[in-house]
């Protein structure tokens, strides 16, 4: 018996037609074939919306919405949306929900993705996408027909539109796919392309006319439901996604449009890609006009020479440039201009573009976007002054208010730029930050005490406000050369303390691939022998700070480090603290000695031997050993056996602008430390027999190597002052204090702990022992006896001398030109590193540890240094050879 025709809708919200209850032609597999039967009213106009029920015992928690509309050609395009919760049908499925995505600051609401499907014959591909857009929440809709698909994006703006390309007797799928890229909006939507699978594995047809007709993506037919669910997963999470990005973009190019001020955005090479109408107003030019030129810096007779070099040297550290200079309109009238050029850091923290914003120095913000800005000063003001501030009225303030710009004085303009402006830019930060540092906490006292202060006094502080917002408030700026412009100290301080040099470039640098030699690791059946009477008599002097490492290179063939390491291991108990044998422990000192280079002049296994030995003294004073504890004492001991592991004999500069693949693994900062470093546990993992760690719980683990990292990264050079102005700011003159109160209880109590002791202990002071303690050991040759300081000054200017001979050979920039062979002088340069380096670092570690030994070895070879450079002046002589030091 027949019936009359029905609609069914599955529970995946395909809609088919049967003829009769007895059979499907729905191609559903079993497990979602449940169909839910409605009836149409005849002879309704427009969308017909039909409400399902479910049946067979169903719960009736499922509801879905079927629009019906009439296309041409008697196409139909079915759209169903499920009106269960999104939210909860990801529950179901497992899948994240995210709404939101992060472009940078800017929070972009992710909204519900729209789906197009075009396929002309409803078949398992088309059923699959449908319920893989149902599982996932997305909105989905049909189109049969080229037709109906171009209507139906035109109203919607899907954001991803999926097109049979299978069939081509149906529809030109390429020529949809221009029809739809046509369409301006269109930019940010993501075609895809249901391809057939290809009849033959072995040949893989060609992606590009897919590409060139405007598809995206292509997908080879794959009717497995979660092939389908993980391909728009992957597509939502990667392209529509990005684009979405895009979309808010478009936001903030509006906001760039509509602004006063004048900016650009050049390209890392300064061809100009972007200006806004403020440009334009302010110059006078087009964006046609200078779009895709190269875009010099302001020249003007009235910008000071040195102008150029200051920009460029401050934006090229990726640090922002702010200051008054002069440029010139279209029409030839000079201006004078604020400007603010702030570096774009891309990928690998390298430089990708530039954005300028330009002011007219007589430009006011009374109105216009600024004004936000001085809400913020506004509401700074009520939260920083005190009430007796705000009494005095605004009209101090408001005086003030138009004579802040100190340039702009000179120039008869009255304006809110120069001091006044970077108070108010500084201003808005601060108050915008939700956690307060205490650096913000000082930034908020200077501003609030700026309010009711002179002139002259608001343009110091502004100074003050610059140098605080310096990463690096411990470094020295090297602008002027040091000790009344010695260029050997210059030369010297330069070389250690950047990170390659600035002097000259060969147009063609040789990349080196293979700088470095290859460790060699340490047989694990080697044994330390029994030690030789000469050996053992030179160990016996050890405790000294007189000890002769160079004599115990000789007697010990080169291997001072094995056998000094297990004399003072053994002395400090490291076996007992690491819970580890001696066998383990001397394998793993011979695995540390064999990876150091003994064809180094300097930096070999002797030095790391050298550098072992002045912190195991370091270690024995009374005021280090009452501070720190075994385990800080095993990790500095460790520290400075491995700080210079696999020392290629050259300097981090010279690494940097080799272009050294140990450079680029660690982006040019801290090369050689951190390679150390990270060797350091690398060999000591990679053969149980020499793993000295392995018994140590987790915790005490994590703790001694991260203070043997940041020992080791603490002889970095750039890093210095930093180091040495933290410990003498905190630790050397609190430690002063202590000695003085130790000597008066020592009389009278027999020594009790005073309270400058406890906080001593803490741990972020003692990390600042452990760091001077090293760098002191590390660069302690000029305070060694003179023939030692003599020896290794030899050893050091050879290293130097030779890396400046390749740097020659392959046209890399002269790091150190001080120690050119040609003119190398050894007395002025140790001179130079005694006064610029050591004299304050050994005077504050003096003041806390009491070594006055090594004050008076300095002095004395400081004397002595400074009469080898008198009597080469007296006998003409700028060269040294290195023969000829005594």
Known sequence: MGCAPSIHVSQSGVVYCRDSDGGS???????????????????????????????????????????????????????????????????????????EDMLGPMKVKKPAIRILLVFAKEDSQSDTFWWACERLGYRCELARNSEGAL?????????????????????????????????????????????????????????????????????????????????????????????????????????????????????????????????????????????????GLPKSDKNSLDLQDAINTQIKKGKSWEGTVYDHRKNGDSIQQHIHI???????????????????????????????????????????????????????????????????????????????????????????????APITKVINIINAAQENCPINVVQALDKVLEILRSAELYSPQLTSTP??????????????????????YSSDIALSKNILPQFVPSSPHS?????????????????????????????TNKRPLLYLGMKIFSRFGVCEVLNCSEVTLRLWLQLIERNYHQINAYHNSTHAADVLHATAYFLNRDRIAGILDNMNKVAALLAAVSHDVDHPGRTNSFLCNASSELATLYNDVAVLESHHSALTFQLTWRDDRCNIFKNLSRDDYRMLRQQIIDMILATEMTRHFEHLSKFANSISKMGASARVEDDRLSSHSGGMATPEHDTLRTLENRTLINRMLIKCADIANPARPLDLCVEWAKRIAEEYCQQTDEEKERGLPVVMPVFDRASCSIPKSQISFIDYFLTDMFDAWDAFVDTPSLITHLTRNYKYWKGQAEEAERRGESVTRLEDVE
């Open 25 to 99: 032609n729905s191609p559903h597999p079993s497990g979602f074939s449940r169909s839910y039967h409605t009836h149409i009213h005849h002879g309704a106009v427009g969308p017909i919306s039909i409400k399902t029920e479910a049946t067979d015992g169903d719960p009736p928690t499922l509801v879905q919405t079927l629009s019906v509309k009439k296309e041409r050609r008697g196409t139909i395009t079915f759209e169903a949306e499920t009106q269960t919760s999104r939210t909860n049908m990801k529950e179901q499925t497992g899948l994240p929900s995210q709404t």
């Open 151 to 295: 209507e139906a994006f035109l109203q919607k703006h899907h954001d991803l539109v999926i097109i049979d390309h299978r069939h081509s007797r149906n529809f030109d799928a390429e020529a949809l796919c221009r029809s739809i890229r046509a369409i301006k909006s269109c930019e940010h939507a993501v075609v895809v392309a249901v391809t057939r699978k290809s009849p033959n594995e072995k040949e893989e047809p060609s992606i590009l006319p897919l590409l060139n007709a405007g598809f995206n993506r292509r997908y080879t037919e794959n009717t497995n439901l979660g092939a389908c669910i993980n391909e728009l997963l992957m597509l939502d999470h990667s392209e529509i996604r990005a684009r979405n990005k895009l979309k808010a973009c478009q936001a903030l190019f509006a906001a760039i449009e509509n602004v006063s001020e004048a900016i650009e955005i050049c390209n890392q090479d300064h061809q100009l890609m972007y200006v806004n109408p403020g440009y334009e107003r302010l110059t006078g030019f087009t964006s046609q006009e200078v779009v895709g030129k190269e875009k």
């Open 342 to 436: 702030s570096p774009v850091l891309g990928h690998g923290g390298k430089i990708t573009h530039y954005v300028t914003l330009r002011r007219s120095a007589g430009q006011t913000h009374t109105s216009g976007p600024l004004q936000c800005i001085e809400k913020l000063k506004a509401d700074s003001d009520l939260h920083l002054q005190s009430d007796c501030c705000r009494r005095k009225g605004s009209n101090e303030f408001n005086t003030r208010k138009s004579s802040l710009d100190i340039k702009s004085t000179h120039s008869g303009n009255s304006c809110f730029e120069g001091a006044g402006g970077k108070r108010r830019d500084s201003i808005a930060r601060i108050h915008a930050m939700t956690i307060e």
């Open 483 to 504: 000790k009344d412009n010695d260029p050997v100290t210059s030369d010297l301080v330069e070389g250690l303390m950047t990170c390659g040099s600035r002097r000259r």
């Open 527 to 555: 044994h330390l022998p029994d030690v030789p009477s000469d050996v053992q008599a030179i160990l016996d002097k050890e405790p000294q700070w007189d000890f002769d490492i160079i004599e115990l290179e000789r007697v």
